[in-house]
């Protein structure tokens, strides 16, 4: 009976000691999994968020070598519309780590868009009689353009109007 209750007292006492221990363990094991979750939505927030400003800068230099229709464009407007290209490109390379499979496409397919008319309007062998081919990439690439936002958008959970989706 002694060593009954001796055992008892000995498990009691350490159990003071390891009780607290575990419970930080477990503490420390959901702080952890939270942070996680926040980190990689925060990596997720700014990957799309940097991909879309870019996309946006690469259709705005787009512009500037639109204007210059019927003549070479200028290289300082080449030289813009590359730089922003080749920003877009790695932050879209940073971007395909944790976005979806749908956004990693549109964002392809917008590029591709994006492309056609710059090759469209930096080809010095181009005479630009035919405004259809123009227009016609100009749709395109606008509703490509229209279907990253969108994605984005699912992606980060945020409606147009800018409210917070609520989640299921």
């Given at each position: 009976?002694?060593?009954?209750?001796?055992n008892?007292?000995?498990?009691?006492?350490a159990?003071?000691?390891?009780g607290?221990?575990?419970?930080?363990?477990f503490?420390?094991?959901?702080?952890?999994?939270?942070?996680?979750?926040?980190?990689r939505?925060?990596?997720k927030?700014?990957?799309v968020?940097?991909v879309?400003?870019?996309?946006?800068l690469?259709?705005y230099?787009?512009?500037?070598?639109?204007?210059?229709?019927?003549r070479?464009?200028?290289?300082?407007?080449?030289?813009h519309?590359?730089?922003?290209?080749?920003?877009f490109?790695?932050?879209?390379?940073?971007?395909?780590?944790?976005?979806?499979?749908q956004?990693?496409?549109?964002?392809?397919?917008?590029?591709?868009?994006?492309?056609?008319?710059?090759?469209y309007?930096?080809?010095?062998?181009?005479d630009y009689?035919?405004?259809?081919?123009?227009?016609?990439?100009?749709?395109?690439?606008?509703?490509?353009?229209?279907?990253?936002?969108?994605?984005?958008?699912?992606?980060?959970?945020?409606?147009?109007?800018?409210?917070?989706?609520?989640?299921?």
């Amino acid at each position: 009976m002694i060593d009954a209750v001796s055992n008892s007292n000995m498990f009691s006492t350490a159990w003071q000691y390891i009780g607290p221990l575990i419970g930080v363990g477990f503490g420390y094991l959901i702080s952890n999994k939270v942070w996680g979750w926040q980190k990689r939505w925060e990596m997720k927030r700014d990957a799309v968020s940097d991909v879309v400003k870019w996309l946006g800068l690469m259709n705005y230099a787009l512009r500037d070598i639109q204007y210059h229709k019927g003549r070479d464009p200028d290289q300082k407007d080449l030289e813009h519309f590359d730089l922003c290209r080749d920003n877009f490109e790695h932050s879209r390379c940073i971007a395909d780590l944790v976005v979806s499979k749908q956004l990693r496409k549109a964002l392809i397919e917008c590029r591709e868009a994006i492309l056609d008319i710059a090759d469209y309007y930096s080809n010095p062998l181009n005479d630009y009689k035919d405004p259809k081919v123009p227009l016609g990439h100009r749709q395109n690439r606008d509703q490509k353009i229209d279907a990253v936002y969108d994605l984005a958008r699912k992606e980060l959970n945020i409606k147009s109007d800018d409210s917070i989706v609520a989640e299921n």
